[in-house]
């Protein structure tokens, strides 16, 4: 099913480690996953030192012993100004659930002597997109209810709260960041269309007179969004088929063969 296991003890001497996960779908085309795992540095807490942060897709698979603590407030530890902040969860934009899906369950120390409740707000909870995420008020489950869109919103900042159901107690609130890992959802848009240019028929083979542009709006920084350009068609394809030449990388059309000539073919598509 994907999920990722540790099979040994591990030593992450630059503090991270790099796979790649392979998987092959049904007409055997292989799709590639780069997967990092993380030692979480928190603090000296030692519940927070077992919290591994998989920065992959596979949050999206079974999560369901992953449980993010409260750190400990008793040892006078750094801690922002409104509360804790945890590293960001990513979660994979498009997911088909089922849903709600569960990405964590957040829990507090205090739940030991007390029992808890939990509650998120922030974007995508009592902010917009409301209700995007939810908790479970006693056990603490945290679950995105809909596919999340990259495109349309990156990264949402929640916040964690937990106190006493029939005592006076509560937790400093704990900020999550939530991530919105890309997918390959959005295709290369040319920024006009048409584009016109004007060449001499004089011009000599390599002569690069204009360049076309698109742009993508997948995640930047990732291949999602690296664009490339050719030439599907020439009209007429004539005196041959290969008057032009693209640079696949910029976009720059230049003269690729002899033989323009304004008054047979004016104008080429
Ligand atoms: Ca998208
Ligand atoms: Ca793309
Ligand atoms: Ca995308």
Excluded: C
């Amino acid at each position: 099913d994907g999920t990722v296991t540790l099979k040994r003890q591990v030593t992450l001497h630059e503090g991270h480690k790099v796979f790649s996960v392979h998987a092959w779908d049904s007409s055997g085309k292989k799709h590639t996953v780069s997967v990092r795992v993380e030692r979480v540095h928190h603090h000296e807490d030692h519940h927070m030192d077992m919290v591994m942060n998989i920065s992959s897709p596979q949050m999206e698979s079974h999560s369901d012993d992953l449980i993010l603590m409260f750190p400990k407030s008793s040892t006078g530890l750094k801690r922002a100004k409104r509360g804790w902040v945890i590293p960001p969860f990513r979660v994979l934009e498009n997911s088909r659930g089922p849903f709600p899906m569960k990405l964590v369950q957040i829990k507090s120390d205090i739940s030991s002597e007390a029992q808890m409740q939990y509650s998120i707000t922030g974007e995508g909870a009592d902010l917009d997109p409301k209700g995007t995420f939810t908790i479970e008020r006693l056990s603490g489950n945290l679950f995105v209810t809909r596919p999340l869109d990259r495109e349309r919103k990156a990264s949402y900042r929640l916040v964690a709260h937990a106190t006493g159901v029939d005592v006076d107690v509560a937790e400093k609130p704990m900020e999550i960041i939530v991530n919105v890992l890309d997918q390959n959802d959005d295709y290369p848009v040319f920024t006009q269309n048409p584009f016109n240019g004007n060449v001499s028929e004089a011009a000599e083979i390599g002569h690069e007179f204009m360049t076309v542009t698109a742009t993508d709006a997948d995640d930047p920084d990732t291949d999602n969004a690296v664009i490339r350009y050719s030439i599907v068609k020439q009209d007429p394809e004539l005196p041959n088929p290969n008057m032009f030449e693209i640079n696949s990388v910029t976009g720059g059309i230049r003269v690729n063969s002899l033989g323009l000539d304004k008054e047979k073919w004016s104008k080429y598509t």
